[in-house]
C-alpha cells in the first residue's frame, strides 16, 4: 500500500519524534509513505485568520502534487489535516475559488482526493488486527487518556471522522496495545495551540484544566495524534505548573511512538528521548526502556 | 462603549452586514441565542464578548463594536462552537472573516499581537515555502516588543536539535510565493 505523507513543518522539527515514529511504524506496516516533494506549509491558523483565498491555495498546491500520483494524503499534525480537508471541501463547492487556485498554483487540481488523519489511517485503513499481528511488547501498566484535541475531530460536518464529543478510535488503538485506557470528558477540549506565542497565559490555563483533569481520572500519561497539541502540552507544563502551583510531570506521547514501543522499537529509535518532559524514569518504571 | 441609537444603527449597518453575511456564508438572523457557544469556548473568559455576544451585536447592527472587539482576535477556531451549535452556524469561520473585513477597513486591532505573530508567520512562509521558526521569533520579538518571548523555551528547542537556526528553502518557492502575489491582485482589485 502506498499513500502521500505531508509531514507538515512541525514534524521536521518540534515534532521531530512523531516523524521518526510514523516512518518506523508505517514500514513494518508495510505502507510505503511518499513524501509529497518539495511540500509547502499549510499556513496554520495565522493564514485562515488573514485571508479566504490563502489558506485554501497553499493546500490546494500540495494536494494537487499528491493527486497528480492518485493518492490521498497522510497529515499526522490535526491542524494541517484540517486545513486541507478545507481546501478540498472550498475547490469542490466553489467553482470561482477553483479557477483562482489553479491559476495561482500553476496546476490544475481538481478535488478528486482527501486528506487522512494518523488515528483514522491507523484505525479505518490499517485497522486494529494488522496493529495487533505486529506487537511484540503489550504496554500493560500504562494508563493512558487520549487526548484528541481539537481539530481531529472538529467541525464534524468537515472532517467527518469519529464523534466529535466522545471520539473512540484512538481508545481502541491504544486498548490493543495492552494499555488501559481512561474515562475522561476532556479528550477534545482544545489546548489553546494558535494562541502559544502570542497570548501564552490562555496556554497556561488551559493545559493546567486538560492536565487535572487526566490526573483527578486516574491516567499517569497522554497521547496526541497532532504535533502541536504535544507540544503545547509538554513544553509549557512547567511553567503551567509553577503559575498554578501544582506537580504534573505527565509524558505526552504520540500515538506512533506508544505503537513503536509495541512493535519492539526502543525509545531512542523512536525520537522519544527528544521530549521536552523527560520520561526515562516513567519508561523505566513501566519496562519499557 | 459609546451610546448608539439601536434604531439608526441597525439601518446604517445593513451594507456592511450583508457583506459580512455574503462573505461567511453565515446568517446571523439564524441564531436564537442559546448560549452554547459561548459555554463551550474556551477563551471566552478572558475577551470582551463571547460568540454569543458577537452574533447578538451583528443582530443589532453593532458592526463597528464587532470589528473593534477582542474576540474576533481571540477566538482559536476549535470548533466547539459550530459542533455544537443547534442551529449549524460556523462561527469560527465568521471570526475569521470578522478580521478579515476590519483589518481591511483599517479597525484598530484589539490583540496587536495575535496579529503580529500572524504575519510573521505568513511572512517565513512566503519567503522560504515552510515556517521557519527561529525567523518567525525574531520578526516576532522585534516587532511586538517582546524580546525575551520564548526565550524560556528556545535553548531546550536547540539542545534536543529541534530547531535548525537556518530556513529550509524548498524549491517550489516561487510558486508559494505566487499564491502571496496572487492574494495581494484579489485584495487590490476589491
Not at chain 2, 434604531?7 to 441565542?33: G, R
Request: net charge neutral.
Amino acid at each position: 500500500m502506498k499513500i502521500a505523507y505531508y509531514p507538515g513543518c512541525s514534524l521536521e522539527s518540534t515534532g521531530i519524534e512523531y516523524h521518526l515514529s510514523n516512518k518506523l511504524v508505517a514500514k513494518k506496516l508495510g505502507v510505503e509513505l511518499w513524501e509529497i516533494p518539495n511540500w509547502n506549509c499549510c499556513g496554520a491558523s495565522p493564514a485562515h485568520q488573514s485571508d479566504l483565498f490563502l489558506p485554501n491555495a497553499l493546500n490546494a498546491r500540495n494536494l494537487a502534487i499528491a493527486e497528480e500520483e492518485g493518492l490521498d494524503v497522510l497529515a499526522p499534525c490535526a491542524a494541517c489535516y484540517n486545513r486541507m480537508l478545507a481546501a478540498v471541501e472550498a475547490v469542490n463547492t466553489d467553482e470561482d475559488m477553483r479557477e483562482k487556485i489553479n491559476e495561482a498554483i500553476g496546476r490544475n487540481y481538481r478535488g478528486t482526493n482527501t486528506a487522512i488523519n494518523m488515528v483514522q489511517f491507523l484505525h479505518d485503513i490499517i485497522g486494529i488486527e494488522k496493529i495487533t499481528a505486529q506487537i511484540q511488547k503489550k504496554l500493560s501498566g500504562l494508563k493512558v487518556a487520549c487526548y484528541y484535541g481539537c481539530l481531529l475531530v472538529k467541525p464534524p460536518a468537515l472532517t467527518k471522522f469519529d464523534n466529535p464529543e466522545n471520539p473512540q478510535s484512538m481508545d481502541r488503538i491504544v486498548d490493543a496495545l495492552g494499555a488501559e485506557t481512561i474515562v475522561w470528558p476532556y479528550k477534545t477540549e482544545c489546548c489553546g495551540g494558535g494562541l502559544a506565542i502570542s497570548k501564552t497565559e490562555v496556554i497556561l490555563k488551559l493545559t493546567n484544566e486538560i492536565f487535572s483533569m487526566a490526573v483527578a481520572s486516574g491516567a499517569d500519561c497522554l497521547v496526541t495524534a497532532c504535533p502541536m497539541c504535544q507540544l503545547n502540552l509538554e513544553l509549557r507544563q512547567k511553567a503551567t505548573e509553577k503559575e498554578y502551583n501544582v506537580k504534573y510531570n505527565m509524558p505526552v506521547f504520540e500515538i506512533t511512538e506508544l505503537v513503536g514501543l509495541s512493535f519492539g522499537f526502543s525509545p531512542k529509535e523512536l525520537g522519544i528521548n527528544k521530549h521536552f518532559v523527560n520520561n526515562d524514569a516513567f519508561l523505566k518504571e513501566k519496562k519499557l526502556a | 462603549m459609546e451610546q448608539v441609537v439601536m434604531n439608526t444603527a441597525l439601518k446604517a449597518s445593513e451594507p456592511m452586514l450583508s457583506e459580512i453575511e455574503h462573505k461567511s456564508h453565515v446568517d446571523v438572523k439564524k441564531c436564537y441565542q442559546c448560549g452554547t457557544c459561548a459555554a463551550g469556548c474556551p477563551v471566552s473568559y478572558t475577551s470582551d464578548y463571547s460568540p454569543r455576544q458577537v452574533v447578538k451585536m451583528l443582530q443589532a447592527g453593532l458592526v463597528d463594536e464587532v470589528y473593534k472587539s477582542h474576540m474576533i482576535w481571540l477566538c482559536v477556531g476549535c470548533g466547539n462552537c459550530v459542533t455544537r451549535c443547534p442551529r449549524n452556524l460556523n462561527i469560527p469561520h465568521l471570526h475569521d472573516t470578522l478580521r478579515i473585513l476590519s483589518k481591511e477597513k483599517g479597525y484598530p486591532c484589539a490583540e496587536k499581537n495575535v496579529d503580529i505573530f500572524n504575519d510573521s508567520f505568513l511572512k517565513t512562509v512566503e519567503y522560504t515555502g515552510r515556517l521557519y521558526e527561529a525567523g518567525l521569533t525574531m520578526l516576532y520579538n522585534t516587532r511586538s516588543r517582546n524580546f525575551m518571548a520564548g526565550m524560556d523555551v528556545a535553548p531546550g528547542m536547540f539542545m534536543l536539535g529541534k530547531i535548525s537556526p537556518f530556513p529550509h528553502l524548498i524549491k517550489g518557492r516561487k510558486e508559494v510565493a505566487n499564491i502571496f502575489k496572487k492574494m495581494r491582485e484579489m485584495k487590490g482589485a476589491k
